[in-house]
């Protein structure tokens, strides 16, 4: 399934560079690539494995999104991570691409309490 961590404000989007900065440096077996092909809205291009499980994400273009295609609980921990990325006077939006759900995640939130927005449907 896919989910989403989306701000709005494209003034304010995470930096390609940052993104990359970070991913490297918290997610060190993540395999990053840049933008390929057509594909205009998609900006960084990650994919991450753990346990057998995989996850691929990317961000938006204008830096104020993040796409991770991935259990749940591999979403919410990413979704928890980019929080740190995006300015804490920012409310960042953890949903699912059907927008089936969708809450805040407020800074200092807890993976339980991201597991939860889902949880709340």
Do not use: K
């Amino acid at each position: 399934m896919t989910y989403l961590a989306i701000f709005e404000g494209q003034s304010r989007g995470v930096r390609r560079s940052d993104l990359i900065t970070a991913l490297e440096r918290d997610w060190p077996t993540a395999v990053i690539r840049e933008r390929q092909g057509s594909q205009e809205s998609r900006d960084v291009v990650w994919t991450y494995s753990e346990g057998g499980r995989d996850l691929e994400g990317y961000s938006h273009v204008d830096g104020t999104c993040i796409y991770l295609d991935s259990p749940l609980d591999l979403a919410a921990r990413f979704a928890l991570w980019f929080r740190r990325l995006v300015p804490s006077d920012v409310e960042l939006v953890f949903c699912d691409d059907g927008y089936n759900f969708n809450g805040i995640i407020e800074p200092g939130m807890d993976l339980d309490g991201v597991m939860a927005i889902a949880s709340d449907a």
